[in-house]
């Protein structure tokens, strides 16, 4: 099991010039455009008190800030296995490692969110559960369980390569940096234990809302149907895990239909589930969706503060 992000190009036999810029031209447009949106999401969250104080929200932006570093390095290094073909190792392990630790942070943060979920069938400790610092330090938690998760490679490839690797150039690609057999054994157990961790997060989640929607809450009601959306979500992210498998048996079925296959799949995997983010935790959400609205239409105006016009305010509620 190999990560997307990082085998984007990993299988390519050839290199077919215009098929491939064309692709690169897509993915590049594609990663600005859904950038332009998550940034416009991220100077909402900070202009409002109301939103960078609820730990829901903050964990929202947080996958947001994660998911724009994710676009803007797997873009780049498809840029670079284009431009360049291949790249100086130290810069390439740098850039993979960063990548590698963003797409895991993606799947830990839903599970993060999904705490939040049960915490609101908890009226009584919904503020002992969820609170501003406890999510700061789950943030920080996240970051950290993810370079558990590839700092060993790095230890892995310093003990067993020459020096003169390191002084040598290679496709920026990871099966090709890291490429130790105790590598590639310890990255198919860690996803292993991040795909079980976080599933069974999910089915807890939704257990736990499923049997407290007895009380029929408007909260509760909020949760359930947020989470069916989240669980798509996640399965889509979790696709990450499973991909090489997939492709492998497409490219028996199409022998020569490498670059569609790889590209198509990189846009389902990686493209997609970026796109539906905004929608699903901050478009959909009635709070937030207010609130970039105000936004826009204070940009528009050229209003610096919504919040201090009525009329505003009366328009929109």
């Not at 447009?29 to 100077?43: E, Q």
């Not at 947001?64 to 840029?79: E, G, K, Q, S, W």
């Not at 360049?84 to 942070?105: A, G, K, R, S």
Request: with cysteine; proline share 4%; glycine share 2%.
């Amino acid at each position: 099991m190999n990560l997307s992000s990082v085998n984007f190009s990993s299988t390519l036999t050839s290199y077919e010039e215009n098929p491939l810029l064309t692709n690169y031209i897509v993915a590049a447009t594609l990663c600005i455009t859904i950038n332009y949106i998550n940034s416009t999401l991220i100077h909402t969250f900070r202009k409002y008190q109301i939103l960078h104080s609820n730990p829901r929200y903050i964990l929202f932006i947080h996958l947001v800030i994660n998911d724009m570093m994710l676009l803007f390095l797997t873009t780049l290094l498809l840029i670079i296995s284009y431009a360049l073909h291949i790249f100086f190792v130290p810069f390439c392990i740098i850039l993979l490692i960063i990548t590698v630790i963003v797409t895991h942070n993606s799947p830990l943060n839903l599970a993060g969110m999904a705490m939040c979920y049960i915490a609101v069938c908890m009226p009584l400790r919904h503020g002992q559960i969820c609170t501003v610092k406890k999510t700061y330090i789950l943030i920080g938690l996240i970051w950290a369980a993810s370079a558990l998760s590839i700092l060993p490679d790095l230890f892995i490839l310093l003990a067993t390569e020459p020096l003169q690797f390191f002084h040598s150039k290679v496709r920026c690609i990871r099966d090709f940096v890291f490429r130790s057999t105790y590598s590639l054994n310890k990255r198919d157990a860690s996803h292993i234990v991040c795909l079980v961790m976080v599933w069974l997060t999910l089915i807890y989640t939704y257990a736990r809302i499923i049997f407290a929607a007895k009380g029929l809450t408007s909260d509760i009601k909020k949760a359930r149907n947020t989470i069916l959306p989240h669980g798509f979500q996640v399965l889509l992210l979790m696709l990450n895990y499973v991909r090489p498998i997939c492709e492998q048996s497409l490219f028996f079925l199409f022998p020569n239909r490498e670059i569609p296959i790889q590209f198509a799949s990189f846009v389902i995997v990686q493209i997609i589930p970026r796109f539906i983010s905004p929608i699903v935790y901050g478009l959909r959400d009635q709070t937030f969706r207010k609130y970039v609205r105000r936004y826009l239409v204070c940009s528009e105006r050229g209003i610096t503060h919504p919040e201090n016009t009525t009329t505003l305010q009366k328009g929109l509620t």
